[in-house]
């Protein structure tokens, strides 16, 4: 699908090992996905949380241990990054709440999740490439704007030294 060659790392967490391992797979073909999964929010805070670039997100995280983060507590320690937030819970206040906290996409965990988080991941990914290419343009104007600034100054010293 994408057509950079830059590789985004992608962060997978949630305590069910078939669902990390779907999402695996299902991910696993695009070349330009490095993807690393982890079971619980606290693997992945303490795995190196600025590693990635993206993070697919599960809300439950508590099927192990009850006194696991849930996914919004994960979300508050990961100010910044883009955050897909999947959930089998169909609470509409905690989906509202995640989207304003922040999160790109709230996904129900049904028959249609591999298809929607590649999809949303996706959209994740060319908006940061969209971001990236406008912060590459804006200091190409910067420079610009500079190198014209000192022609301007350049100029101005030598016509009054002419004038001299």
């Known amino acids: 699908m994408n057509m950079t060659t830059k590789k985004y790392r992608i962060g997978i967490v949630d305590d069910s090992m078939i669902d ?3 999402l695996h797979w299902q991910l696993k073909k695009h070349v330009n996905y490095d993807l690393k999964m982890y079971s619980s929010g ?3 805070l303490s795995g190196g949380k600025e ?5 697919i997100l599960d809300y439950n995280l508590n099927g192990d241990n009850p006194s696991a983060m849930n996914g919004q507590q994960v979300m508050e320690s990961v100010q910044g990054l883009p955050v897909i937030v999947m959930s089998s819970q169909k609470n509409m206040k905690t989906m509202i709440d995640l989207i304003n906290q922040g999160a790109c996409d709230y996904l129900p965990k049904n028959d249609r999740l591999l298809t929607e988080v590649e999809q949303s991941l996706f959209q994740v990914v060319q908006t940061l490439e969209t971001n990236e290419e406008i912060g590459k343009l804006a200091k190409l ?3 610009k704007i500079a190198k014209s600034i000192i022609l301007i100054g350049l100029a101005l010293m030598v016509s ?3 004038l001299l």
């Open 51 to 55: 590693e990635h670039d993206v993070l």
């Open 160 to 162: 009054m030294i002419m």
């Open 141 to 143: 104007q910067r420079s």
């Open 42 to 44: 606290e693997a992945f």
């Open 20 to 22: 990390r391992e779907m």
